[in-house]
């Protein structure tokens, strides 16, 4: 087989992560091997960089200052949102063959695989020889067949530090805490908070996750159990929880409803749902001290909290996303998969459409039947994930002083 000569254009798009520059430098180094690879461009802002001609040359770019920004958090190319149709993907086909660009990698989630397999489609229709390849992205867990993503591991790690730090200072100072983490469709992430837990008595007490539905009166006699056990309680719940017909419940409870740019209930960036559940509780069980978290932003690209794991898989997603292209000539998306019982990553190549515009959802077997908290085999699978030099707190364990009567 012919060696297929031009450049090279990687982008990245949808939400950042913490490792996700890692893939992109993954995809600039390893490209810059292979003679056939006349230049490497990196579009700005993603799809959007492509249909405005924003491209900056990644083939000048020194080695040290790309290994600086692998280990930075965010979107060194920047992201969008736009969410491509064939029309879209049309204009940027022809913008990629105008620059000569014969291999395309695109790092993102759900709706950037569907991206690639349009662009794919409309190449092999134009009999352009070109090759496509999407590398995975999400701190949602929740691409079709991975057994992880990149980014999730980071995301993961920040959520569980995040509610152990929740629950050294519920304990201090009793009273119900409600943190709300991302999850539209998938609860991985909430899920992951249950790491926090140590002793017996630590949160998060309740977890709830978008795959079982919601109900505020179960909810309310949940939080009401464990407080009355603990003299506290701490929750974890996607943002995306719905009730048993599908209805968000930050829709359900909320008297204004925000919508995003695709539609969908705006549950990022707002702390409506915490503060609608915490407003639940001080109102049906008369506990006074309530108070909700909303995480948004903050789990994707805070600095100085990755999992090294998390960040080593980041970096050779792009690397395969290159071998595969340029030694095997094939299109396709690249896939983690975990082949031993403890913890081993493999790479794979699928067929796109196994990926495109598909989600992942939470399995049985991570969630407890009651769909308050999540089970052992949870644990077991994203420990791995978040990383070596997993912090853990610590008690006070001196006696108690007696009191002297008189």
Not at 121 to 139: L, M, W
Request: charged share 25%.
């Amino acid at each position: 087989m012919s060696r297929l000569e031009g450049k090279v254009l990687v982008a990245q798009g949808g939400g950042p992560t913490a490792v996700i520059n890692q893939s992109i430098v993954g995809v600039t180094l390893e490209a810059r091997k292979f003679s056939q690879v006349k230049a490497v461009y990196g579009a700005i802002h993603g799809v959007r960089g492509i249909i405005d001609e924003d491209f900056i040359d990644l083939t000048r770019e020194t080695t040290h200052n790309l290994e600086q920004v692998a280990d930075t958090p965010s979107s060194g190319l920047m992201s969008t949102r736009d969410k491509p149709d064939e029309e879209y993907c049309a204009r940027m086909f022809k913008i990629m063959q105008k620059h000569d660009i014969r291999y395309f990698f695109y790092v993102g989630g759900n709706d950037s695989s569907d991206t690639v397999r349009i662009v794919n489609e409309q190449a092999e229709s134009a009999n352009y020889d070109f090759r496509a390849i999407h590398i995975p992205k999400t701190i949602d867990n929740d691409l079709a067949v991975n057994d992880h993503c990149p980014g999730f591991g980071s995301a993961a790690r920040f959520v569980a530090q995040a509610f152990m730090g929740l629950n050294l200072d519920n304990r201090a100072l009793p009273g119900v805490l409600i943190g709300v983490v991302m999850g539209r469709h998938a609860g991985f992430l909430t899920a992951a908070a249950a790491l926090a837990r140590k002793y017996v008595d630590d949160g998060p007490h309740l977890v709830y996750v978008p795959e079982r539905a919601f109900s505020t009166e179960r909810f309310l006699a949940d939080v009401d159990r464990v407080y009355k056990e603990h003299g506290r309680c701490i929750v974890a719940v996607s943002e995306g929880i719905q009730d048993e017909k599908g209805e968000s419940i930050a829709a359900k409870l909320s008297k204004e409803v925000e919508r995003d740019a695709h539609g969908n209930v705006q549950l990022s960036g707002t702390g409506a749902l915490g503060d609608l559940l915490g407003d639940e509780v001080k109102s049906k069980l008369k506990i006074k001290r309530v108070r909700s978290d909303t995480f948004g932003y903050l789990q994707r690209s805070f600095l100085g909290v990755v999992s090294n794991r998390d960040a080593h898989e980041a970096r050779e997603v792009g690397e395969i996303a290159v071998q595969y292209a340029m030694w095997d000539n094939v299109d396709g998306s690249v896939v983690i998969r975990r082949p031993v019982l403890n913890y081993g990553a493999s790479y794979d190549l699928v067929n796109i459409r196994e990926i495109a515009a598909k989600t992942r959802h939470m399995p049985d077997e991570f969630i407890i039947p009651e769909g308050n908290h999540v089970t052992t085999d949870f644990l077991n699978y994203c420990r791995p994930l978040v990383g070596s030099n997993f912090p853990e707190p610590h008690r006070l364990r001196a006696p108690r002083v007696p009191k002297i009567e008189g």
